[in-house]
Each structure stands twice: as structure tokens, then as C-alpha cells.
């Protein structure tokens, strides 16, 4: 049939297909004349836009605010690898023009950590939020928390608790794993700031739980925390890490 | 004209898309921006479609991720920045659906239960024009015509992307009625908007 000839018929199949209602071989057979048929359509495009205003008609309700929390967590951590990936692919083009030395600190550029570190982020983030939410009763009677993470190790497996106070200014890490350094060894924190080189938050001794001074700035807008297996004592200050990295995770801050 | 609201007050596009455009340069100051003004509609939105405040929710936080990560190509699709926004919720509240759906087979009776909506002859329009755009107006204006379940069962089937046959089994009503209360809905439309066009 000549569609065109026919304007309200054209219309109510416009109007039709756009709804959803036209379905089978009479959607695909005035697809094919909208292919063909230039009026066809524009008719069907413009009832395509006036049926997608449906979706700005429907009352308000107020979201949860840790919806935009998690909103901005997943986009910092977006960011933070892009960033990184910025960082290595400089770093590669510098390498280009020099001679291939083997370099200290090459696991700061090591795609496979990068990537896995993102993907565990990602989940990290999730689980950190749910984390954060089961301790919110167990953590009442802290004075305060206002970062969570949980680290983990090559294994995925929860390693390390770390939340960080912002009355008392401090870290307060707690081992959950079984992770043993040997004597001649041990584990160093760190900020991992997107864009950025990695930042030492201290030196852990072998105890199971752990307070290191910090301030708000030291973990603010850190993505990722760390933590590497140094010689004894860490690495000289100012130093970036030397050893593997045995638990990272992402840092989510609570703001409920 | 029935009305002349749309020459008297300012139209809120500019400053939506003024928003979406800084977004599309990875400007997060502006997303929260958005997010402030437009998430309690997205979310009204949201809910209407999966009627779960959880999934809701999960849809709200995805439909921004992917406003963050293709704002840069909203001047090319030519819609209200409303609309535009609208649709993606739409779009990320029917995958939550329809993985949902796939992932309880078995529990469908409940997910129908949940589903289903009862129809008020006397359904009031509660739609909320605040920021909406010109285009949305003259919709609601002539949703307005259309008496209340007949309203209903075309939002639903717009909004839930549903059949004929769906409709009629989560409405617990005859096909045949759903059928001319959207194709009678449809023709009052049809007269209606192209007052407007």
C-alpha cells in the first residue's frame, strides 16, 4: 500500500512502532518502507521523539545518597586508570628511544597489575561499599570513619582491613589473612594517586593490627592503596617501592 | 495554542546541555551538577519501569556511568536534553530487566506479582512537568485527554517496552481491550499532537 497517500494510517503506524505495540511482519514491513519511503520515515522519527518525552512525565523520587557515592567511586577509579594507562604508554614511548635496560620500580608499569588491579577494583568497590555497610554497626562506637578499603592479595583473597580516622588523623590497618613476612622483611603502604607516583603511608611492623599518622590530604582522592614486600624497615624515604606488591585495593570514602 | 506556559517561561534545555557538554569533557564538577537536578525524575523514571527501589537504584547509577561515558556524543542525537537522559534510563532499566528476568526463571510468579500494577479508572496524571521540555508538554497535555487506564496502558506499554499479550496477562485484562484502549489511546494522540507539531 502507498503509505504516503494514506497520512492517518502513516501516523498510527508511526505512532505505533514508536510505542512498541507494532510488532512481527508488520513492524519489519514498514521498517522496510521507512528504509525506502523518506515521509515514512520522517513520521516514524518524529513519533520516535514525541513518545521518548514519556520518560520525563514520571514523578520524582529521591535516590539513596550512596548512589552518587557509588557513582563518583566507579568514575574515580575510571579516571585513575586512564591516567595510568596515559602514564604507561608515555612511559613506553620513553623506553622506545633508550636502550632496553631493565628498570627498578617496573611493576608500577606492569599492564597485567594494572589491569588486574582495576578489575579488582572495580569489584573491590562493591564489595568495599558492602563491607562498609556491615561494619557500620561493629564500627559505631569508633570515633570515626571516613575511608574504607579492603586489600587484597593475588588470590583475591581479603588480606588487609584499612579505614582511616579523620578525628584522630590516623590509619588504622588490621590484618585479616595469613600473610607472614620473614624476619628480614617488611610491608610498606601506599597511596597510589591517579596520574601520580606512588606515595609511602608508612612502614607495618608484624602485628596484627596498626596505627599510622595521616592526615585527610594523604588519602584524599587516592583511588588505590598497596601494599609491598620491602627489605626491612622499607625503603629509604623519598624512595618509590622496590619490592612486589602483595595486597592493593580500592579506597572508597563513606559518607553515610 | 491551549496554552502559552512554554513563551512565558524560560526554558531549562540551555542550561541542561550546557551541563551534558562540560561532562563530555570529563568535567565531573558537572555531572554531580546533573545528577542534582535530574536524578530524583531519572530515578521517578527508574522506578516506574523496574518498581524495585534496589533496582532502581543499580539502574540510576548505570544510566550516569554511561551519560559520563558518551556525553560527548549528545548534540549529535538531536533531543531534548530531558528525553535524552530519559532514554537512557529507560534503555538501562529494561537490560536490568530483562537480565533479571533471565536469572529467575523460576521465580517468575513472584517477579510477576511484583510487576503487576492495578489500573484506577480515575488514575490521576501525576506527571511532573517541572524541566520538562517543550516536547514533553504538549505529550503530557494530550496524555491528559486520554481517560486514566487507557493513559496507564500506553505509558506502560511505552515505558516497560511491553506486547499486547503482556500487557493483557500482567493487567489481568481482556487482549482485546488492551488492544483498543491503545489503539483508540494512539488515534486520540495522533489528532491531538499535531495541534502541536
Known sequence: MNLIAHPELLELLAASHALGTLRGGARRRFEALAREQAPVRAAALVWQGRLASMTELQPSVVPDPAVWTRIRNMIDAEQAKIAIERQRDAANARDDDRSRQPRQGGWLRSLAL??????????????AVTVGLNLRDQLHNAPAVQYVAVLNDDKDAASMLVTFDPKKKQLVLQRV??????????????????????????????????????????????????????????????????????????LIEKTI | MPDNRWM?????????????????????????????????KLMGLAMRVVRQREWAEDVLQEAFLTVWRVAGDYRSSLSPPL??????????????????????????????????????????????TADASEQAWALHQCLSQLEGRQREVVSLAYLREMSHGELAEQLKLPLGTVKTWIRRGLEKLRVCMGRFA
Open chain 2, 8 to 40: 512565558t517561561v524560560p526554558s531549562p534545555d540551555a542550561e541542561l546541555m550546557a551541563l551534558i557538554d562540560r561532562i563530555g569533557h570529563r568535567d565531573e564538577a558537572a555531572l554531580r551538577l546533573l545528577y542534582d537536578r535530574t536524578s530524583p
Open chain 2, 83 to 128: 528525553a535524552w537522559l530519559g532514554l537512557i534510563v529507560r534503555s538501562r532499566a529494561l537490560d536490568l530487566l530483562r537480565r533479571r528476568t533471565a536469572d529467575r526463571a523460576q521465580l517468575t510468579q513472584e517477579f510477576d506479582e511484583l510487576m503487576a500494577d492495578t489500573l484506577e479508572s480515575d488514575a490521576p496524571n501525576p506527571a511532573d
Open chain 1, 114 to 127: 594494572w589491569r588486574g588491579a582495576t578489575a579488582a577494583g572495580a569489584l573491590a568497590t562493591v564489595l
Open chain 1, 177 to 250: 589473612g595469613g600473610f607472614k613476612e620473614s624476619d628480614d622483611k617488611s610491608l610498606q603502604l601506599w597511596a597510589l594517586p591517579p596520574g601520580g607516583a606512588p606515595r609511602s603511608l608508612g612502614v607495618l611492623d608484624n602485628a596484627p593490627g596498626l596505627r599510622l599518622a595521616a592526615s585527610e590530604s594523604d588519602v584524599h582522592a587516592v583511588p588505590t592503596l598497596a601494599v609491598t614486600l620491602e627489605a626491612k624497615g622499607g625503603v629509604p624515604p623519598g624512595s618509590g617501592p622496590k619490592g612486589p606488591v602483595v595486597f592493593k585495593g580500592a
